[in-house]
């Protein structure tokens, strides 16, 4: 896992997460309620046409 071997590199806390983030578009990581909120969506009737999809809530990481 990333966050380990950020960890195992001596980087603490702060530093991870500023480590981790720099790849992100976003430059952040999502956040539960984001992740709740496509969840809530894809439950929704405003999603029934939607079938045999992949959903990324991750703030564009696997763009980069």
């Known amino acids: 896992m990333i966050a380990a071997r950020a960890t195992a590199e001596g980087r603490t806390g702060d530093e991870v997460r ?7 578009p976003l430059r952040r990581m999502v956040t539960a309620d984001e992740v709740a ?3 809530l ?6 999603a029934s046409g939607i079938t045999g999809q992949a959903f990324s809530v991750c703030g564009g990481y696997q763009m980069r």
């Open 41 to 46: 969506f894809l439950a929704s009737d405003d």
């Open 18 to 24: 500023e480590w981790f983030t720099k790849d992100i």
């Open 37 to 39: 909120r496509a969840v």
